[in-house]
């Protein structure tokens, strides 16, 4: 079947097809969203990891007391953060995927809407539900690396804690 021309206009101009394309817009916004707030979560953690530097080599250089414990501590959340990391970077890539398919999706429902038949109909709907099972995936790798920090931020305070019950050491002559 060739389309006319005026066809094609038509079609182009159907007011349907920026209605159809909302829902995804909506969710490609919801996207756009968590992927900036996860980017400030991986920011955060490469400063953390800065600090956790300059800690160790203030422990090589001498600076610090209680060496044994800070070292011990600096390795475990070391390894805390680079779990952190990987779960983060697989949030980003599923957000970024997740937009993909729904832009895809929106794109699709334009063709179908422009082009298509009740018989194409359900190809913007199955492209749409795979990008809303990556959005639901980075959503739960998200949740999961919040609950992960809580182990951080608890360690710290065991820590910290733990500095506090050693004795005092004063300088002397004060």
């Not at 990891?49 to 011990?72: M, P, W």
Request: charged content about 20%; aromatic content about 8%; proline content about 3%.
């Amino acid at each position: 079947m060739t389309l006319s021309e005026k066809d094609i206009l038509e079609a182009l101009s159907s007011t349907k097809i920026l209605a159809s394309m909302i829902t995804p817009a909506v969710l490609i916004s919801a996207c756009g969203t968590l992927i900036f707030s996860t980017s400030g979560r991986l920011g955060r953690l490469f400063d953390r990891i800065n600090t956790l530097k300059s800690e160790a080599e203030a422990i090589v250089a001498g600076k610090l007391e209680f060496t044994d414990e800070r070292h011990d501590y600096i390795r475990l959340q070391l390894s805390r953060q680079r779990t952190r990391a990987h779960l983060i970077q697989r949030s980003l890539a599923a957000l970024y995927t997740a937009t993909a398919l729904f832009i895809a999706s929106s794109l699709a429902i334009a063709l179908n809407v422009a082009y298509g038949s009740s018989e194409t109909s359900w190809i913007p709907t199955i492209i749409a539900l795979m990008g809303g099972l990556f959005l639901f995936a980075a959503s739960a790798l998200l949740l999961y690396e919040s609950r992960y920090n809580l182990k951080f931020i608890n360690s710290y305070l065991d820590f910290v804690e733990s500095l506090l019950e050693k004795p005092v050491h004063h300088p002397p002559g004060s």
